[in-house]
Structure formats: C-alpha cells, structure tokens
C-alpha cells in the first residue's frame, strides 16, 4: 500500500515570503501526483497535477511543484506568498491506472499581512 | 457545469438518528468517491463507486454506514444509528473522462451528532 508524508503541519509565513511544503510518497511504481488546496471553509480544489513529462509543473496562482523520482518527492513552491493563500494544501499520489488516490494528512498554511 | 452538489451542507442530530447525506456528481463523470475528513484522522476514503458500483468499501468504517448509488447522478451515505463519533465533514468527489485522475470535489456536508 502507498502512503504519503507531509513532513510540515503548519507553516506560518509573512506576504512576499516563499513557500515550500514537502511531499513524498512510498510506491516504487509510476505515479500520478497532485496538490489540492483547501480554503477556509471550502472544499478541496485541484491546484496542479503530475502524470509525465516536464517534472516541473506550474499550476494555478503562481504555484509550482517538482517531481523527483529519485526522492519520491513532489514539493509544492510558491516565489512570493499572499495572505488569500491561507489555506490548508494536500498532496495526493495515485498509482497509475487507479483512479483512488492516498492523501496525506495536509499542511495548514497562514499567510500574515 | 454547476460542479459536485452535496445536500444538506449542515446536519446537526442527536445520537441514535438516521442520517442520510446526498451527492450528485458532475454530469458525465462516472466515478464517484465519499470521503471524511475530521482533525484527528485527516481525508479518509469511504468508498469508491465506478460506473454506480461499489469497487472498494474498505474504508466505510463499521455497518453502521452504508452508501449506495442507484444512477449515474446520485448518491447517498447513510449512518443509522448515527453516534457522536461519526461528527465530521463528509465530501463527494467525482472524475470521469478527459480527467479520470483528477477529483472534483462538492461543497460537503458538515454533521454534527450529539
């Protein structure tokens, strides 16, 4: 079974900071891989997805994510934080061919003005 | 599209009840999932429904939850009898062609049970 580790619970960063949050996985085959946002209050959103190809993959709001085999890693960057993205972000890694991905537990971002 | 539409948004019951919790997924996908997402326990996945069959119910926690599908567009989760422990936000997701990997996810449904 896969399983995936988001070694950061809270991050608290002021505006214009950059961001990183990590991500691995355990899972020795090929891999889709995903970054959701949650906002306060709302429900899970896609922010960019990962099935092959360029392992740099930039996603909506500026956000971008890495994907290196090697590590089993697929961390999520941002340059230069705003306090809108306050939210809570999950990674998601789905075998391919399955259509049910593992979660991980999530990261609660605040971002300060 | 009007997206992933979950009824009620709030529940509050007292233990004991029935509660049934609605989805209906996005038109044309045909993979939906219910998942429950508290504190302590993070996004769990319920169960997994293709083409309105049950696929992987691993994750329902005890017989006290069952979820069905009778068509394409709709699906229940229902707990009876319903205990305090079962207090959490419940989302439907769907996916379907052109973004079989991708989840779409509906507003959810936060229950309260006291």
């Known amino acids: 079974a896969q399983s995936v580790s988001q070694h950061n619970h809270h991050v608290i960063l002021s505006e214009a900071a950059s961001l990183e949050l990590g991500c691995n996985y355990s899972y020795g085959g090929t891999v889709n891989l995903f970054w959701y946002v949650q906002y306060p209050g709302q429900h899970l959103q896609l922010l960019l997805k990962y099935f092959s190809g360029d392992p740099l993959v930039k996603g909506i709001k500026g956000f971008e994510a890495e994907f290196i085999k090697s590590k089993f890693s697929f961390n999520l960057r941002k340059p230069s934080v705003q306090w809108s993205d306050t939210a809570e972000y999950f990674c998601?890694?789905?075998?391919?061919?399955?259509?049910?991905?593992?979660f991980g537990r999530g990261t609660s971002l605040i971002v300060h003005p | 599209d009007a997206g992933v539409i979950q009824s009620p948004r709030h529940e509050v019951t007292e233990m004991g009840q029935e509660v049934t919790l609605r989805c209906k997924p996005i038109s044309g996908h045909n993979s939906l999932f219910w998942y429950r997402q508290t504190m302590m326990r993070g996004l769990e996945l319920l169960i997994y429904?293709?083409?309105?069959?049950?696929?992987?119910d691993s994750g329902m926690p005890e017989d006290r939850f069952s979820a069905k599908m009778p068509n394409a567009s709709f699906s229940t989760l229902k707990i009876q009898p319903s205990e305090p422990r079962d207090s959490a936000v419940y989302f439907c997701?769907?996916?379907?062609?052109?973004?079989?990997?991708?989840?779409?996810f509906g507003p959810g449904t936060r229950l309260t049970v006291t």
């Open positions: 998601a890694v789905s075998s391919r061919g399955s259509y049910i991905p593992t």
């Open positions: 997701a769907s996916s379907g062609p052109g973004a079989v990997y991708e989840q779409y």
């Open positions: 429904f293709n083409n309105n069959v049950p696929i992987d």
